[in-house]
Every structure is written in structure tokens, then in C-alpha cells.
Nanobody
């Protein structure tokens, strides 16, 4: 089991910045990659950014050049730095961890989610 706790959300004006943090605890040695998702009002949850255990990153087209994702392995924490925020970025942001367990004849993948943190960007 992995527990995820997000922090750093809030209200910011357009053009401003926020940094979200996601601290992982529990069976963290099995984490393969972690990511940030968001769900705006009346919208489906979507991937914002992802980072693998090796440090490879990927981003949604809508945030490329504005958001960065990083991880501090010593603190078991993943960060989402959000710059040049727009009202369209308003959403609840969720942290996700994907774990993998492998045995001699099996491979099991599990998803874990944080509780979410609200980001509101005013125009």
C-alpha cells in the first residue's frame, strides 16, 4: 500500500505560480512512476505530467513550457511547479503513484491516488 498526501494548492491570479507537493509513504520501493492529474469543473480527469523512477518526464500539451515535474527520492516527494497559470488550469489536482510487483511468474500493477488539492486561477 502507498499513501499519498498532496499540498500546495490555493488561489492565484492569472500569470502567477504555484508548486504542488505529493509525499508518498508506505510500500514506496515498488513505485514505478508518479504523476499529476487534474479534473476541472464538468470535465474528465486528465493527465498533466508524469515522471518515471528513472526521471523521464512527460506533459500534457496544454502545460508544456509552463509546468515542470520533479522528484526528490530522499524525501519520497514529487513536485509540480506551475508557472504562467491560466484560468483554464483551475481544477482539483491529484497525485497518482503506480506500483509494480514482479514474481517469477506474475507482474502486478496498482494505482494509488491522493485526496486532491484545489487550484483556482482567477482572471
Amino acid at each position: 500500500q502507498v499513501q499519498l498526501v498532496e499540498s500546495g494548492g490555493g488561489l492565484v491570479q492569472a500569470g502567477g505560480s504555484l508548486r504542488l507537493s505529493c509525499a508518498a509513504s508506505g510500500t514506496i520501493f515498488g513505485i514505478n512512476h508518479m504523476g499529476w492529474y487534474r479534473q476541472g469543473p464538468g470535465k474528465q480527469r486528465e493527465l498533466v505530467a508524469d515522471i518515471t523512477s528513472g526521471g523521464s518526464t512527460s506533459f500534457a500539451d496544454s502545460v508544456k513550457g509552463r509546468f515542470t515535474i520533479s522528484r526528490d527520492n530522499a524525501k519520497n516527494t514529487v513536485y509540480l511547479q506551475m508557472n504562467s497559470l491560466k484560468p483554464a488550469d483551475t481544477a482539483v489536482y491529484y497525485c497518482k503513484a503506480v506500483t509494480v510487483r514482479r514474481g517469477s511468474d506474475y507482474e502486478r500493477w496498482d494505482d494509488y491516488w491522493g485526496q486532491g488539492t484545489q487550484v483556482t486561477v482567477s482572471s
